[in-house]
């Protein structure tokens, strides 16, 4: 039968949704900032399709059933996307109801679907409302299209301002969900497998993480690595490597010793090839506040001496990055909470120089994304995090500073609200793909590990890393596609912890 509802490809179609308060619009963040979750991942549906007209490509109108099915296939790519999700589709009138409920409404019910562009809207969990227009048709390929999009909501996703993604929300017409939408998922429901501890060494501060090896095909030979100082007294600082999904036994490197913990990253071996080495920084022992770093080239000759940075130093874990050349930061000595820094050029420190308004009372963290160089340090006066960032050139200069400002994203608050997360040490910053990843320990007596996303413009709401704690700051690092966190337990354990992402 051919339906009697005009309004078939009129406008760009699109969602109604209105994201968050206190969100302004859309998110260039594209991990689709979350508006809430689920606290189980086993979910029924049900959907109704009266009033609901879709036509395929001859203009006959679905029966009842092949809508059903048609929408209900929608769903179902969420689950396929997504290994951990459950979807189960129940009847309409079942007790108790489903989680999750779509139906077709008109402008009596939804005021949003007077705009005959609109074709859906859905709400946040723990809602589960999912509404389809009734005052136009759609196509099969529409119908499919919005149901992945508004189950992408229903699910906790907000909009994402990229124009390829399934939430993007002007341009229903993707057919499959894209790689976008599903990190945004799996972030926000498994961020990052289950802690796994290292009950055979430990530390009183933050590790360090980088990876560093021999160029290769796809970087598939580089390998990472793990250095920290040890436990209880004992200040040597130790080094691991991740090898085939476990941490190989610690080794003593030589003349290495900090109060606090070293820093880690590659360096270029500038051997004609991308190939690269480990470079590590750290603060001497006891009342040696120099700044000692060596390296490790990867062909098996292991780390060479340490030599000092002349003329710094520093009363903190100091910090490194690889933008061009080395790049290294860290606080002043004692009360002197300037930040500063130093670039190497050919294996030389170049003369520090102070940071303008960047200060904190511990060491600060390095990132680099889109060929510019991001410092995140924590305020010494109130615990909220900060960053500023230059370009890689001479003569570029780092930006004001800005406050790291995230959603919080709890079950209490249903997310929606905006905070600026505080720590009570420096954070950990690492690269995973086109983001930075931010990592940092609670305020105060707070041991919980919060983690967020930042694309250089916007920080993705923050999260809480499931049972994880500690009394430091975490440290990050990143090898392909996966970032690495590692930490030391809470107070009174220093045993070593890790997962990854
Ligand atoms: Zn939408």
Redesign the pocket.
């Known amino acids: 039968m051919v339906s009697p509802h005009p309004g078939v490809d009129i406008g760009t179609p699109r969602?109604s949704?209105t994201d968050p308060p206190g969100s302004s619009g859309l998110h260039p963040s594209t991990y689709g900032p979350p508006a809430g979750r689920w606290p189980d991942t086993t979910l029924t549906y049900s959907i109704s399709v009266s009033g609901g007209v879709v036509v395929d490509a001859s203009g006959n109108e679905l029966t009842a059933t092949a809508v059903r099915r048609l929408i209900s296939d929608a769903f179902e790519l969420w689950a396929d996307a997504w290994s951990p999700l459950t979807l189960t589709r129940v009847s309409t009138d079942a007790s108790p109801r489903a989680d999750i409920r779509a139906r077709f409404v008109g402008t009596d019910v939804e005021p949003d679907f007077a705009d005959t562009s609109v074709l859906g809207n859905?709400s946040f969990p723990p809602k589960g409302r999912i509404r389809f227009t009734t005052t136009r048709n759609f196509t099969e390929r529409s119908m499919r299209s919005t149901a992945i999009?508004?189950m992408g909501?229903a699910l906790g996703l907000t909009?994402s301002g990229d124009r390829t993604s399934m939430?993007y929300?002007w341009n229903l017409r993707l057919q499959t969900i894209d790689q976008d939408s599903r990190d945004a998922i799996n972030a926000v429901y498994v961020p990052w497998s289950p802690q796994e501890g290292l009950p055979d060494r430990g530390t009183e501060d933050r590790p360090a993480l980088a990876a560093a090896g021999p160029a290769g095909f796809g970087g598939s030979s580089r390998e990472l690595s793990a250095v920290w100082r040890g436990a209880s007294g004992d200040r040597t600082i130790y080094h691991s490597r991740y090898r085939g999904g476990s941490w190989t036994a610690q080794e003593r490197i030589p003349d290495a010793a900090s109060t606090h913990g070293p820093a880690l990253a590659q360096y270029s071996l500038r051997d004609g090839t991308a190939s690269t080495g480990l470079i590590m920084l750290w603060k001497g022992s006891g009342n040696d506040s120099t700044l000692w770093w060596n390296v490790n080239p990867g062909n098996g000759t292991g780390w060479t001496q340490p030599h000092r940075i002349p003329d710094v130093g520093t009363s903190a874990q100091p910090a490194l990055a690889y933008l061009e050349d080395t790049v290294a930061a860290w606080k002043g000595v004692d009360g002197d909470t300037g930040i500063y820094w130093a670039p190497q050029e050919g294996a030389i420190w170049q003369p520090q120089e102070r940071i303008p308004d960047a200060e904190s009372s511990h060491g600060p963290a390095l990132a680099v994304l889109n060929h510019r160089l991001y410092l995140f340090f924590r305020d010494p006066d109130d615990s909220t995090l900060w960053y500023t960032s230059r370009g890689a050139g001479r003569k570029q200069l780092w930006t004001p500073r800005r406050i790291v400002q995230a959603e919080d994203h709890s079950l209490d608050t249903g997310g929606g609200v905006w905070i600026t997360p505080g720590s009570s040490d420096g954070p950990a910053a690492a690269t995973h793909l086109d983001r930075i990843l931010l990592a940092w320990k609670g305020a105060g007596d707070d041991s919980g590990i919060y983690w967020c996303a930042f694309n250089g413009t916007e920080f993705s709401p923050q999260l809480r890393v499931d049972d994880a704690g500690t009394s430091k700051g975490p440290g990050l690092g990143s090898l392909d596609n996966w970032t690495y966190m590692m930490w030391k337990g809470v107070s009174g354990d220093n045993t070593l912890w890790w997962s990854q992402y």
């Open positions: 969602c949704v859905a999009h508004e909501h909009h939430m929300p």
